[in-house]
């Protein structure tokens, strides 16, 4: 919900948003779909810090569009109790929503929008949302990645790689074990494209790269 980048994209194409100077003086876009929400996110932020310093180990983090309450040191017999508090606040903001992730609420505004969305606006507004030459490939541990994974897959191509050390049901084609294992692949990419090895994009990853169609997440890809 708040994305930020260059007033240009390929070959001169004109990025829709909201022209800025950043600390450099240079020109960027920013892309809100949420800005209307800034002060009532200011708002439920307040309440929940106040809520969730009741319950010891629980941290509330405000991520401008989206208010997170992190549960992930409060003891398990406590979680329902924090989960009660949220519901609490949220029942007089009917515009807001409740999400889960991992070992986290998200408070977020009740618009159409999520990663799979942002994803298609990226690809869109630097003019690469027709392109056949453009790979995209997304990287995501998250419940809320699905989006983004999904998007991709109905795309003529590209990649959705979950991070994740267990089988699990997702949207992805592959995985990736664990962040380290993502720093390699990204690696084996910028090795791959120094030595200009055309039509050979995942030459060097294939030994950490595993296919998740139905084959779990020891075989790595071919």
Same mark, same amino acid.
């Given at each position: 919900?708040?994305?930020?980048?260059?007033?240009? =994209?390929?070959?001169?194409?004109?990025?829709?948003?909201?022209?800025?100077?950043?600390?450099?003086?240079?020109?960027?876009?920013?892309?809100?779909?949420?800005?209307?929400? /800034?002060?009532?996110?200011?708002?439920?932020?307040?309440?929940?810090?106040?809520?969730?310093?009741?319950?010891?180990?629980?941290?509330?983090?405000?991520? +401008?569009?989206?208010?997170?309450?992190?549960?992930?040191?409060?003891?398990?017999?406590?979680? !329902?109790?924090?989960?009660?508090?949220?519901?609490?606040?949220?029942?007089?903001?009917?515009?807001?929503?409740?999400?889960?992730?991992? #070992?986290?609420?998200?408070?977020?505004?009740?618009?159409?929008?999520? #990663?799979?969305?942002?994803?298609?606006?990226?690809? +869109?507004?630097?003019?690469?949302?027709?392109?056949?030459?453009?790979?995209?490939?997304?990287?995501?541990?998250? !419940? /809320?990645?699905?989006?983004?994974? #999904?998007?991709?897959?109905?795309?003529?191509?590209?990649?959705?790689?979950?991070?994740?050390?267990?089988?699990?049901?997702?949207?992805? /084609?592959?995985? !990736?074990?664990?962040?380290?294992?993502?720093?390699?692949?990204?690696?084996?990419?910028?090795?791959?494209?120094?030595?200009?090895?055309?039509?050979?994009?995942?030459? =060097?990853?294939?030994?950490?790269?595993?296919?998740?169609?139905?084959?779990?997440?020891?075989?790595?890809?071919?």
């Amino acid at each position: 919900m708040d994305i930020m980048g260059p007033a240009e =994209g390929c070959g001169g194409h004109k990025i829709q948003g909201t022209r800025v100077l950043n600390d450099e003086g240079n020109e960027i876009v920013m892309f809100q779909p949420a800005s209307e929400y /800034t002060a009532v996110m200011d708002e439920i932020f307040k309440l929940l810090e106040e809520k969730a310093s009741k319950v010891n180990g629980a941290k509330v983090e405000h991520n +401008k569009f989206c208010v997170s309450v992190h549960f992930r040191r409060v003891n398990e017999e406590d979680w !329902l109790h924090l989960a009660e508090h949220v519901q609490q606040v949220l029942r007089s903001y009917p515009n807001l929503c409740l999400t889960q992730g991992r #070992k986290v609420l998200e408070v977020r505004p009740l618009i159409l929008w999520n #990663k799979g969305k942002a994803l298609d606006y990226l690809l +869109k507004a630097f003019g690469f949302g027709n392109r056949s030459d453009v790979f995209p490939i997304y990287i995501g541990d998250d !419940l /809320t990645d699905e989006d983004a994974f #999904k998007s991709v897959a109905r795309r003529k191509h590209g990649l959705a790689i979950l991070v994740s050390n267990v089988v699990k049901d997702t949207n992805a /084609t592959c995985s !990736l074990r664990d962040p380290s294992e993502v720093l390699e692949f990204l690696r084996s990419l910028v090795k791959w494209k120094r030595r200009c090895l055309s039509r050979h994009l995942f030459v =060097g990853s294939q030994n950490i790269l595993h296919k998740r169609a139905g084959v779990g997440l020891n075989q790595p890809l071919t």
